[in-house]
């Protein structure tokens, strides 16, 4: 560790962030691959829903810029600013989720309310909720003792409202990504085993009363273990993404060649965008976006660890937690598109369509960004 803190501090100090073009790169080339798949995913249903089969790729073009902008403009702000704005960023967060769920403000689709519409624009406060969290959550680790109950406190309050507002939408998967990665940044943060093991078996026991009480999540569960037994209802996405998967092989089946994308597999260009990825290119390049995920995820975690190396505990928390967010949220989604997870309703971070979700994971991406450049200009 102590060769990867030289090299971060030993660079030039002051000025513009000082970036890591390597992180740079991946985050580039993650958002390339998702432009070139939404287009290509989406050409079925634009051109016959819409006419116009270049509606996605133009929306998602636009959003890319809007977010590029926002990367830019998030690692240009200290991150005692980013410190100072924790409280107010998650106090947001909740006014918005009350939002969407107050008739005539919230806009349900697919039988959900999960959006706030503005000016045209249709806003997920799922998507700053997560952004929003970590932030508050390296706060709260910050300021407490770390080898006690403390911290536990005010993170599992601020999980357990924040959940059950979620629930109301309802977005089980928002909340099962925050839960992971609060878990994740206790347990990094130094939190005792025993209590570690508490909390585990805490949001365990409280996953499994939920799946359990509500139909809908009930449904979603069996289809996961036997998407077979109700193949043209309940299992139907899952059935569709694993022929996918088959039908690509190692080496897939070509760029735009896709069959399932042809009204077989539901979201193609949102959830289910990997499926798509798999079918055409086949399981190598399945492969090469893990291993873009993980090696992302590791190098938050060696900015992180550089930033505990400097003294700032704040940084390193929030470095954890964004490697943590966009990790798991990746996890989650390939495990879903696999088959080893039910379905949860979640986009592949930089990749697949949708505003909210790629402004709030490069907002998160700036945050790290920022707290490399500060590795490496300050001692």
Known sequence: MSGTVANTVATPRGGLPVWDWTLLTVIAALGAVGLVFVYSASIPYAGEKLADTGFFLRRQEVYMVVAAIAIAGVSQV????????????????IVLLVMVLIPGIGREVNGSLRWISVAGLRLQPSEWIKVSFVLYMALLLTREKRNSVVPLLGPLMALFLITLLLLAEPDLGAAAVLAMTAAGMLFLAGLPLWQFAVLASGLFGAVT???????????RLTAFLDPWADPL??????????????????????????????????????????AVI?????????????????????????????????????????????????????????????????????????????????LFTCFALGLLLRVDHENRTMK
């Not at 938050?300 to 964004?322: E, H, K, M, N, P």
């Not at 080893?340 to 790629?358: A, C, E, F, I």
């Open 278 to 358: 798999a079918e055409e290119l086949g399981l190598i390049a399945v492969l090469l976006l893990l291993a873009a995920y993980a090696w992302l995820t590791l190098r938050a975690f060696t900015i992180a660890r550089a930033a505990l190396a400097r003294g700032d505990q704040f940084a390193s928390q929030l470095a954890y937690g964004v490697g943590l967010l966009i990790g798991v949220q990746a996890l989650v989604n390939c495990g879903v598109n696999m088959g080893v997870m039910p379905t949860k309703g979640l986009t592949l971070p930089l990749l697949s369509y949708g505003g909210s979700s790629l």
């Open 209 to 219: 009363v939920l799946t359990f009480t509500s139909p809908y999540r009930l449904a």
């Open 233 to 274: 209802a309940t299992g139907f996405q899952l059935t569709q993404s694993l022929m996918a998967f088959g039908r690509g092989g190692w080496m897939g089946v070509g760029l735009g060649q896709s069959v399932q994308k042809l009204f077989y597999l539901p979201e193609a260009h949102t959830d289910f965008l990997l």
């Open 78 to 93: 200290s991150v005692e600013l980013w410190r100072r704005a924790a409280l107010p960023a998650i106090l947001l967060g």
